[in-house]
Nanobody
Framework: QVQLVESGGGSVQAGRSLRLSCATF????????MAWFRQAPGKEREGVAY???????NYADSVKGRFTISQDINKNTLYLQMNNLEPEDTAMYFC?????????????????WGQGTQVTVSS
């Protein structure tokens, strides 16, 4: 089975940056889709960004121009660079994966999930 472990969350002031990491353990297929989701208290879990094994990416409108998803295949690690953070970005951030190159920013599509890392942005 596959395990995902997020790290890099924390508390920062608005306008600052954070980089989240997602380390993967276990067998990883050559074809896959990996994504970041986030969930604030009382709200639905929403898609933030995805990247496929073919290099395709997509972002939620709320983070376009501020967040960048990337991967280091040799290190088996997924990243989310978050710049110009806003209080509205405060949430638990989750790494997700599916062993298929087809990608959608829909939580129902993904089979594997990490435990999450908390991001808190203050004014």
């Amino acid at each position: 089975q596959v395990q995902l472990v997020e790290s890099g969350g924390g508390s920062v002031q608005a306008g600052r940056s954070l980089r989240l990491s997602c380390a993967t353990f276990g067998y990883i297929y050559n074809n896959y889709c990996m994504a970041w989701f986030r969930q604030a208290p009382g709200k639905e879990r929403e898609g933030v960004a995805y990247i496929s094994s073919e290099g395709g990416t997509n972002y939620a409108d709320s983070v376009k121009g501020r967040f960048t998803i990337s991967q280091d295949i040799n290190k088996n690690t997924l990243y989310l660079q978050m710049n110009n953070l806003e209080p509205e970005d405060t949430a638990m951030y989750f790494c997700a994966a599916r062993m298929d190159w087809r990608c959608w920013l829909n939580k129902a599509y993904f089979s594997y999930w990490g435990q999450g890392t908390q991001v808190t942005v203050s004014s």
